[in-house]
């Protein structure tokens, strides 16, 4: 599958800061792209870049299989910053019609997906409402339908469920889930790993400027994973100590343990079943990527922290 995005060695730099320090990512076609990282980690400057709002200080973007050129490409992006972008004196109907034609769609055009999208996330009776008179969650959906009602080619979502009740939040997931499969490209960014190990196929961790991460979700896991695994016996054994093996947290006949170097599941499963004993499950413990996240942020810091005080 081809990249609708390249990012190759972007750098922009503030008086005392480097925001963004030679960052490069590719993005395909139909992902759903986590773009991750702590406050004040860069995110929202390589957002600002790939919108065209910022120009990177160096370094070059490819959208769609060319140079990226703001001016003409920037209607084929939808972008949903997490502060509002609305206006709150002008009713949500109007609203939703004004930013749909300067997408380039037809008051007509823009009149039928409006009323789509309307009535797909429950919205119609919202027509005359005023922004100022919806709730956050109100105005997060209303923010979402105008992100994406011109049927962009990438889609960009920066923490889409803030505000949103859990019935609203799956109906915007769904939402999601529906566009990648239509063909549009998502960058979901969010502080909530959850939702980023349930969503997105490939993601990016970038923290004080650079990238520290990059891969599929399910190679992350593996990659940081521990050697853990959880085993239910058919019974309680007279003994569980074993060299291959130590046990982290023990509940009756259910174990959480670790394998020891040199060692595999095999002969964990072997030392009970030489006992007799049967085993009911045995399964790996990945770390979820919220471990990961705070893993390596707080070891950039250490590292960080290690060179400052050595200059």
């Known amino acids: 599958m081809d990249s609708i995005l390249e990012l190759h060695n972007l750098k922009k730099y503030y008086a005392t800061q480097k925001a963004v320090d030679d960052i490069s990512f590719n993005i395909k076609q139909g992902d759903i792209f986590g773009l991750l990282g702590p406050n004040g980690a860069g995110k929202t400057t390589l957002l600002r870049m790939i ?56 008051k007509a055009d823009a009149m039928q997906k409006i009323k789509f999208w309307f009535k797909r996330l429950e919205m119609e009776s919202w027509w005359n409402k005023k922004v100022e008179d919806l709730s ?125 170097e040199g060692y595999s599941s095999n002969d964990v499963l072997l030392h009970f079943i030489n006992q007799g004993i049967g085993i009911e499950s045995f399964n790996e413990l990945l770390p979820s990527l919220n471990d990961i996240f705070i893993q390596l942020v707080d070891g950039t810091k250490s590292v960080t922290r290690a060179f400052q005080n050595l200059t």
Do not use: W
């Open 136 to 260: 956050k969650g109100m105005s997060q959906k209303l923010q979402f339908v105008t992100t994406v009602l011109h049927e962009p080619k990438l889609i960009i979502l920066d923490e889409p469920f803030s505000g949103l009740d859990p019935v609203n939040a799956n109906l915007i997931k769904d939402e999601i889930y529906g566009l990648a499969q239509r063909g549009s490209t998502i960058i979901f960014s969010t502080h909530r790993m959850e939702q980023v190990e349930e969503i997105c196929d490939h993601i990016v961790l970038v923290n004080l400027g650079k990238k520290i991460l990059d891969g599929t979700v399910a190679d992350v896991k593996q990659q940081f994973k521990e050697n853990k695994f959880s085993i239910k016996l058919a019974g309680i054994p007279t003994g569980v100590e074993d060299a291959a093996y130590e046990i982290i947290d023990q509940q009756a006949n259910a174990f959480t343990m670790k394998i020891n």
């Open 51 to 106: 919108t065209g709002i910022f120009y990177p200080d160096s370094g070059n973007i490819t959208f769609d299989g060319r140079a990226f050129d703001p001016e003409n490409d920037i209607i084929k992006i939808g972008y949903m910053p997490e502060e509002r972008g609305l206006y709150k004196k002008m009713k949500i109907g109007e609203q939703a019609l004004y930013l749909a034609q300067l997408k380039g769609l037809s």
